[in-house]
């Protein structure tokens, strides 16, 4: 079992209602409901960033496809590279639904 530095009794019901979520119409009430415009968008452009890390694009191409700064992309490639896994586990997850 992963045991995460975030854990607590908050975070973990957050994660109770992250896992609960059955369609993407529900994620977005969710995530409309919990967060700002802008986080939301921040959390869309580090998954969109992510997935183009993954699949070997350049810090110039990500930056001109997402619009993200160097500095976010650096941060992505650092989960990516040595954080939790779980940009790993979701990325591969979409790959095989997408197929």
Known sequence: MYHSKLASEQ????CEALVAVKTKEEAYRLLDDL????????MG???AVARLLNKG???Q????????STATISRVNRCVSYGADGYK???KRL???ER
């Open 11 to 14: 975070t973990d019901a957050l």
């Open 35 to 42: 967060c700002t415009i802008s986080e939301v968008q921040a």
């Open 45 to 47: 452009q580090r998954l």
């Open 57 to 59: 694009a350049t810090y």
């Open 61 to 68: 191409d990500i930056a001109g496809q997402t619009g993200a």
């Open 89 to 91: 586990i979701i990325l």
């Open 95 to 97: 790959e095989r639904e």
